[in-house]
């Protein structure tokens, strides 16, 4: 199985009133996330991000950067990288 994740700019002020998404690090324990409590557990912010924004579609072309975080890595090592791009 293979997770993807697209980003994409969202259009500008669109995400007022809305929360900046976190991660739950557990999903990379595989069967030894039960052995994590929620009152043990930190979430990941990711500053600047926001889930189902609508695009920005006044600006661009965007071009399209396909990011392979590599073996021994997991997709939420570089999301300060993936903001900026």
Same mark, same amino acid.
């Given at each position: #199985?293979m997770t993807?994740?697209?980003? !994409? &700019?969202g259009? &500008?002020?669109s995400e $007022?009133g #809305?929360t900046? +998404? $976190?991660?739950?690090? /557990?999903q !990379?324990l595989?069967s030894?996330k039960?052995?994590?409590p929620?009152s *043990?557990n930190?979430? #990941?912010p990711? %500053?600047?991000c !926001? /889930?189902? =924004?609508p695009i920005?579609? *006044?600006h661009? &072309? !965007?071009p399209?950067v396909i990011?392979?975080?590599?073996? $021994? %890595?997991? /997709? =939420? *090592?570089?999301? +300060? $990288?993936?903001t900026?791009?």
């Open positions: #199985m993807v994740e697209i980003w !994409y &700019p259009k &500008p002020g $007022a #809305m900046e +998404t $976190a991660y739950d690090l /557990r !990379y595989g030894n039960g052995l994590v929620d *043990a930190k979430l #990941m990711c %500053s600047h !926001y /889930r189902d =924004l920005d579609d *006044a661009g &072309p !965007y399209v990011f392979v975080h590599g073996l $021994a %890595s997991m /997709r =939420l *090592a570089n999301l +300060t $990288a993936n900026l791009w």
